[in-house]
């Protein structure tokens, strides 16, 4: 298909400005709430780890190194998963990646609950990572694909909260489960929601928007009258006019280099230094704070464990915040007030902690560094979604994602190498400065998103087949339409 050719066919079905008009409605809240899933299992992952680990510590003998490694296994796996899946997730559809990410977060989760052995609980947390880190570059690029340009921070970020709420819901389960049940109780009981929402996720339709980017158009239409006419109630509640202003989605592709490509390299640069800058923190304190409180501040199993319970709830309200400032005040004024503000009870930490620190103390600032990442951590998959075109989007968030692995990795082992080696005080100093630089690089580098529509924002590369167009930073202007 000529690239003429293929505008004047996007122009015809207008995909994403039929999308752009449609308002908030049920249909939005059953999809969402649907996607919502795989933050839930994400979040429960990361933290169901952190509340067995203090009955594996004595149990199977571990060290600091051990304990790291353990926790950075499943995120081994979740980095490979990400820029797999998110690749395959531009290739074969959304839709079809999440089905197949699903499953295997959901058999090896099961598996997990069986390992008798250190080794064999790291093997198969690396393979139930590739079905969980393959599962959450896909989601933000679906859900991003069908919200309105006006409210698609609110929309991201609300759905996205479920990873708050999945912490809560390990926190107090963990803290019934794992001295009554045994650890393995809570590896069966993550997967137990997975296996219930596996058939609700057949009924979940084709991004239009990757569909029309595909030249798909027929399906991509039929896929959305069928959504106008759900929202309308069968034409009973008319939908807004169609905007004239909003850019049609057109056919092309993308490879790897063309994220550190045109206007595209900045975007890029600033969003993978953003997400390791936060993800260091949440991954190499959130995840072993509980161990730490064990075994250095001497708290009891159950101090540890509630510990995260607390944790989470003060996350959430940080989080809810968020979502009503998102799209008034933009990503930026959010991103930076979050970055900066985790970086001052970690120098506290840095300065007075010791082994005989109040508890409440400890908890307190532990619980502060978290909370104000929280609404980073959450809001990062919608900015990095929106910084990239339908043909690269879910590419986009899934290297990005990889980012939030490697810090996964990285952060846990630097702990567990920093304790003996450094000390803790040093290591606490160490996350501050990450986030100085992750908060500096919000203000100086980062693309502000509020409110513009996913077209205008990231125009296509508009390469279909042999044919390509100069990206150049005027088609990056609102308002413009690249030709």
């Not at 309105?148 to 479920?162: D, I, N, P, V």
């Not at 280099?257 to 890029?268: E, F, P």
């Not at 998103?449 to 150049?472: C, F, H, I, Y």
């Amino acid at each position: 298909m000529a690239v003429a050719e293929a505008i004047g066919t996007a122009e015809h079905y207008q995909i994403s400005a039929r999308i752009e008009r449609l308002p908030f409605s049920r249909w939005h809240m059953k999809m969402g709430l649907i996607v919502a899933t795989g933050w839930f299992f994400d979040g429960f992952d990361a933290l169901a780890i952190a509340y067995v680990l203090p009955v594996l510590i004595p149990m199977w003998h571990l060290n600091f190194g051990q304990i790291g490694f353990l926790i950075s296994a499943g995120y081994i796996g979740q980095l490979i998963g990400s820029i797999f899946f998110g690749w395959l997730g531009e290739k074969i559809g959304r839709v079809p990646v999440f089905r197949y990410t699903l499953i295997l977060y959901t058999i090896m989760s099961v598996a997990c609950g069986f390992a008798t052995t250190y080794d064999a609980l790291v093997w198969m947390r690396v393979i139930q990572g590739l079905g969980l880190g393959g599962e959450i570059p896909i989601l933000a690029a679906y859900i991003g694909e069908f919200a309105k340009a006006t409210h698609r921070g609110r929309y991201g970020l609300g759905f996205q909260l479920w990873f708050s709420i999945s912490f809560i819901f390990v926190s107090g389960i963990s803290y019934f489960v794992v001295p009554h049940w045994g650890w393995e109780a809570m590896f069966f009981i993550g997967a137990i929601p997975a296996v219930i929402l596996l058939p609700m996720r057949a009924f979940m339709p084709e991004s239009p928007r990757w569909l029309a980017n595909k030249g798909r158009y027929v399906e991509a239409d039929a896929i959305l009258t069928k959504i106008e006419d759900d929202i309308s109630e069968h034409g009973a509640k008319p939908l807004p006019p169609i905007p004239t202003d909003v850019a049609p989605v057109k056919p092309s592709t993308a490879r790897f280099t063309d994220l550190l490509s045109g206007i595209y390299r900045k975007r890029t640069l600033a969003v993978w230094t953003i997400w390791f800058c936060t993800y260091i923190i949440v991954y190499g304190l959130n995840t072993t704070v509980p161990s730490l409180l064990r075994t250095v501040y001497h708290a009891s199993l159950e101090q540890s464990i509630i510990y995260g319970f607390f944790a989470s709830g003060l996350g959430l309200c940080f989080t809810v915040t968020g979502i009503f400032f998102i799209d008034k005040y933009g990503r930026k004024p959010l991103f930076a007030l979050g970055q900066l503000c985790s970086a001052i009870p970690l120098l506290l930490l840095a300065y007075y902690s010791a082994p005989t620190m109040n508890i409440i103390a400890v908890m307190g600032l532990a619980m502060l560094a978290s909370a104000f990442n929280s609404i980073l951590a959450l809001g990062l998959s919608t900015y990095n979604a929106e910084l990239y075109p339908t043909e690269m989007r879910a590419l986009g968030v899934g290297v990005g994602n990889a980012w939030v692995r490697l810090a996964a990795v990285i952060g846990p082992i630097f702990l567990g190498w920093a304790i003996p080696n450094i000390g803790l005080n040093n290591a606490y100093a160490v996350y501050a400065v990450f986030g100085i630089i992750g908060g500096l690089t919000v203000i100086l580098f980062a693309v502000e998103t509020k409110g513009k529509v996913l077209e205008l924002l990231s125009p296509s590369l508009q390469r279909d087949g042999a044919n390509a167009t100069t990206l150049s930073t005027a088609s990056a202007t609102p308002g413009s339409h690249p030709h």
